[in-house]
């Protein structure tokens, strides 16, 4: 027997090795772990032979032995025939081949019997590195075993040994059979765990574990280790984070609520009412007051957080005294006061007005004019904020938008307008102005109220200039023929407008709309066709929302129907991904976007009306007719079709 077979002759495995790697020989029992065919390894670069999650670590060993001619070792993991991998410590020693001078490497398998501890030495150093606890557990002991890692881990575990009942007591009674049936899987590795676990010293902990069976050591023991992770910090971010969404959109929903409360009062009580109610919940303060103007004098009401003992003095004031309100309401300027000091400091003529006793250690004052562009203020809302609140730049912008609504519909109420007429008021006021001068484009919008204004609806058009020079178009049409309708439709636009700020992708858009609307509950859908369009080479991507079919219209008078994809209406079905599609607008030519009052009604089917405003379309392109003409060209149609919906065109031509 020659030197070779003696180092290939033990019982663990073993194997002989060139310089680079190749099998030269190997015993049974390395062909067994390997889990190949001896004949078959031999020739083969050993790294090879071993699982992908292990080649690295092999090949690192061979390179280091053979090129520092010292012996090199490393636990490595080999697949065990009964699931479990097997954990074993490889030694390789470089060797000279008994036959000549060449220099092999010899692999072999150590014998760790009287040391598996040193087989944990990688699993603890991992552990640590990923910030991660491990232990061991012995069933027949019923007792686990604390092996070390992170030590913020170590510090909720402070016993190194102990018995499985003390741990189960410590755990959420929720959450103890899924650790017992983590302990009693036969898996090789379990998935991740979610456990409650009470410390002595900083109460409970979100923990996360898994368990794996590993045999130590070839021919050595099986043993069930664990992992384990605290998530509690983790969870804590993310409970703050869903509390923070949370009361995000609880803001949202009152704040769309205020809105649609406004846009609804229809006369100046019911206006007080919203106001009172809803002013100082919306916006966090303990109490609020509301100040009109009736025929030069304030008239005054406050909520429940202020008496009306505190503010008579207010009440049928001049409104040229000196005084923030009045000169809130003078000016139409907003005033924040958040101290005694500052109130002295701007208005000393009224140190002796009663309301300055809710000024200083406790209490700051918001004041803000109910004002509508180009009129004089109405009135003025003013809040109540706790000790040392500072309202942020995003709700002084919200207040003074409310305000601004509440100033609209108070004017509204004293012309005595109807509530239709007020809808209807605010939903032409919702719509933009297009965008002028457009290099190489014309656009022009049309919107008319169906039965000659007596009614009210939710069709709406927008569009905008994006920072990178392309344009953004929309045409869209909120579900009802009603005050609400319309309030929806001004939601639904806003929304959109402030996401394709962010967003090019007019699916995209539409996605995250959808889920906005569906996530509020909103009680009405919307349909809406959205492009985005370079003015540049013509490009344009668009996508629809359960919405009309675009037209496109060419020079020579020819026009075709164009279905956008996308999907269904928005606000209705959550998760929906609203696919999109990419053309070409050539020159003179146009797209004409629509709502369904124009195309369609009783005496005239969907498919019909598209094609007669595509034709028109394409004979005013023919007949060298800009956008505005071929708006209005368009819209005339409409008399044609006998129904009583509201009608909205927008026409976009390539110059």
């Keep these: ?17 060139t310089l680079d790697g190749v099998v030269g020989g190997l015993n049974a029992a390395m062909a067994t772990v390997l889990g190949w065919p001896a004949e078959q390894c031999l020739g083969h670069t050993f790294g090879d032979l071993w ?5 690295i670590s092999v090949d690192s060993l061979l390179d280091h032995a053979a090129r520092t ?24 020693r470089p060797v000279k081949d008994p036959t000549g001078d060449e220099q092999l490497v010899w692999v072999h398998a150590l014998d760790t019997h009287n040391d598996l501890t040193s087989l944990l030495i990688p699993f603890r150093l991992a552990t640590v590195a990923a910030d991660l606890g491990l232990w061991m557990y012995s069933p027949h002991r019923r007792q686990l075993e604390w092996l070390g890692g992170a030590p913020a881990l170590a510090a909720t575990f402070p016993d190194p040994n102990t018995y499985l009942p003390t741990v189960i007591s410590a755990v959420h009674p929720d959450d103890q059979a899924a650790l017992r049936q983590l302990l009693r899987s036969a898996s090789p590795q379990t998935p991740w765990v979610s456990l409650r676990y009470l410390t002595p010293h900083d109460g409970w902990h979100q923990l996360a574990a898994r368990t794996g069976r590993i045999q130590l050591g070839y021919g050595g023991p099986e043993r069930i280790f664990g992992v384990v992770r605290d998530d509690t910090k983790q969870e804590k971010r993310k409970k703050q984070a869903r509390a923070a969404l949370a009361a995000e959109r609880q803001r949202a929903k009152d704040t769309a609520d205020f809105s649609s409360a406004l846009i609804t009062a229809s006369t100046e009580q019911e206006l007080q009412q919203v106001v009172l109610t809803r002013l100082a919940a919306t916006f966090g303060a303990s109490g609020a007051l509301l100040a009109l103007v009736d025929e030069g004098r304030l008239r005054v009401s406050t909520d429940a957080g202020i008496t009306m003992r505190e503010v008579e003095f207010l009440h049928r004031m001049p409104l040229d005294r000196p005084g923030p309100i009045p000169e809130a309401i003078r000016t139409g300027k907003s005033w924040f006061i958040p101290d005694r000091k500052n109130y002295i400091h701007r208005w000393p003529q009224a140190v002796d007005y009663p309301l300055i006793g809710r000024l200083g250690p406790d209490y700051a004052v918001s004041i803000t004019p109910l004002s509508e562009t180009g009129n004089q203020p109405l009135g003025a809302w003013t809040v109540f904020y706790p000790r040392g609140y500072r309202p942020s730049l995003d709700e002084q912008t919200l207040m003074g938008t409310l305000a601004d609504l509440a100033g609209q519909a108070l004017r509204r109420i004293r012309l005595q307008q109807a509530r239709v007429e007020l809808a209807m008021a605010l939903q032409q006021t919702m719509l933009p102005t297009l965008p002028e001068h457009l290099p190489g484009l014309e656009v022009a919008a049309r919107y008319r ?34 005050v609400d309708a319309a309030a929806f439709m001004g939601q639904v636009c806003s929304f959109m407008r402030g996401i394709a700020a962010h967003e090019a992708h007019p699916g995209a858009v539409l996605t995250s709309t959808n889920e906005l609307l569906v996530t509020k509950g909103a009680a009405r859908f919307a349909s809406c066709t959205m492009l985005h369009l370079d003015p540049r080479d013509g490009r344009v991507t668009g996508a629809s929302a359960g919405h009309v079919p675009l037209l496109y219209a060419r020079k020579d008078g020819s026009h075709s129907i164009r279905e956008l994809p996308g999907g269904p209406v928005l606000g209705v079905v959550p998760g929906t991904e609203y ?22 009604g009783p005496g005239l089917t969907l498919d019909a009306g598209l094609e007669r405003a595509g034709t028109l379309a394409g004979a005013a392109l023919h007949d060298g007719l800009n956008a505005e003409e071929t708006a209005d060209r368009i819209l005339d149609a409409a008399v044609a079709v006998d129904h009583l919906d509201d009608v909205a065109v927008l026409v976009v031509r390539r110059t």
Excluded: N
């Design 1 to 17: 027997m020659d030197a070779s077979d003696e180092l290939l002759r033990g019982a663990d495995p073993a194997a002989l090795l």
């Design 51 to 55: 699982p992908e999650s292990q080649r």
């Design 69 to 92: 001619k010292t012996v090199a070792m490393r636990v490595l993991e080999f697949p065990g025939r009964g699931g479990a991998p097997v954990a074993c410590l490889i030694e390789a």
């Design 449 to 482: 109220p169906s039965r000659d204004g007596l009614d009210i609806g939710g069709d709406w058009y927008d569009a905008f200039v994006m920072p990178d020079g392309a344009v953004v178009l929309e045409i869209g049409d909120a579900q009802g023929h009603d």
């Design 579 to 600: 696919r999109e599609e990419t053309f070409t607008l050539d020159q003179d030519s146009a797209l004409v976007m629509v709502t369904d009052g124009l195309v369609e």
